[in-house]
């Protein structure tokens, strides 16, 4: 492996480190923020859902933007566009802490939306692999984020605004990394070997059924996912368990989608049709929805730990897909812009959805069974996407 190709497949498994982890890390230091900037708890919930929306709209523009400056830029703008983000957020006043979130989830989005066109660029040969490699690096770092927010806290004198800002030390050498990359690229050297994202003709990709099947297979699993995310603690709480309970189970969905990434992507590669995975993970995601009925602690456990193993093998198949069903960097990186603005736009919706359903017929089963409706959906608008072919 050529040393600019090791520096690439680094930068790959760093960029996807630090996707998740200045939101994951936000969500524990909620009480200790509505302390010190005399926000409520209402208010400052609406960061996370302010970052969805974020990253719904301009998920859809990043690949023009690539288009037209090219993946390695791309990337360090994304990198530069988190640490100006960071440092709004962390050190200016209460616009500020939304105005750098907004900022830094533009600088995320760019992220989320290039990795399946960098391994398509770099890695044709190991895209399962690699998508499982770059996926479960995102998820085992959001979970960290969660877990050191408080320890992290508790160094700097219980100061969560400067607990936040210590992402940007994480963040500030892979920056470094990537302007590596980026002026090491033989594509600096030469036009004719731009590093821009090339196609000979662009794709319609509103017209594929493949990928709206794609896309709407994506926004559905994003929807349970973070639906799920937001309700689970609460679910758990009116079965009469202790909020401590809720929050074991939820760590649990979330850990258990560490080793379905890791798998997943590297089994269907190898298939000629990734449909049998998509229905699995639909599946899944029905049976666990199924089990969140039930008042017995095993059962829900089993529940957690099968809606972790959906939710683990469903994202990291739409990561995959968007590689294997298109031909050109441009298309993969416009089929994962198209999809993750669909996912985000119903990721932000679903817990409000779910809310509603709940607080309208006083039950969390109809609340459930809305998911449960979801998933045998997402399995038939699914399938199309996981047969074998290309879009472009």
Not at 116 to 134: C, D, E, M, N
Not at 262 to 276: C, N, R, T, Y
Not at 338 to 349: C, N, R, V
């Amino acid at each position: 492996m050529k040393k600019q190709t090791r520096l690439i497949l680094l930068g790959i498994f760093l960029l996807a480190a630090i996707l998740r982890i200045p939101l994951t890390s936000v969500g524990p230091l909620l009480p200790r923020l509505n302390q010190t900037t005399g926000l409520s708890m209402t208010t400052l919930s609406q960061l996370t859902s302010i970052s969805l929306l974020v990253f719904a709209f301009t998920s859809i523009i990043v690949a023009r933007i690539a288009t037209k400056i090219g993946l390695n830029l791309s990337i360090v703008v994304s990198i530069i566009l988190m640490l100006i983000g960071i440092f709004i957020r962390s050190f200016t006043n209460n616009f500020g802490l939304f105005l750098g979130t907004i900022i830094l989830a533009v600088g995320i989005c760019f992220g989320n939306v290039l990795l399946p066109a960098l391994t398509k660029r770099y890695f044709p040969q190991h895209v399962g692999k690699i998508t499982s490699g770059y996926t479960i690096t995102m998820n085992f770092m959001g979970a960290v984020g969660s877990s050191l927010a408080i320890p992290v806290l508790e160094k700097v004198n219980n100061l969560p605004l400067i607990a936040l800002a210590t992402v940007g030390i994480i963040i500030i050498p892979i920056l470094f990394l990537w302007l590596l990359i980026y002026f090491s690229s033989p594509s600096q050297q030469s036009a004719s070997t731009n590093s821009k994202i090339t196609a000979p003709a662009p794709t319609n990709l509103y017209r594929s059924k493949t990928a709206w099947s794609l896309a709407t297979f994506m926004g559905i699993q994003s929807l349970i996912f973070y639906t799920c995310v937001a309700w689970l603690p609460n679910i758990i709480d009116q079965k009469g368990y202790s909020p401590a309970t809720g929050g074991f189970m939820l760590g649990l969905l979330q850990l258990m989608i560490l080793p379905a990434s890791f798998l997943v992507p590297m089994l269907a590669e190898k298939m000629h049709s990734q449909s049998i995975f998509i229905i699995i993970a639909g599946s899944t995601f029905i049976v666990g929805i199924t089990l969140l009925l039930s008042s017995n602690y095993i059962i829900l456990l089993l529940a957690s730990i099968l809606l972790g193993l959906a939710t683990g093998a469903s994202f990291s198949l739409c990561l995959m897909l968007f590689t294997l069903r298109t031909k050109q960097n441009e298309t993969a990186a416009s089929l994962s812009g198209m999809s993750q603005t669909i996912g985000y736009t119903l990721a932000a919706l679903g817990p409000t959805i779910f809310g509603l359903i709940a607080t309208h017929t006083n039950s969390i089963g109809w609340a459930l069974l809305f998911l449960i409706i979801l998933g045998f959906l997402m399995i038939i608008l699914g399938f199309q996407a996981g047969r074998p072919g290309t879009i472009d």
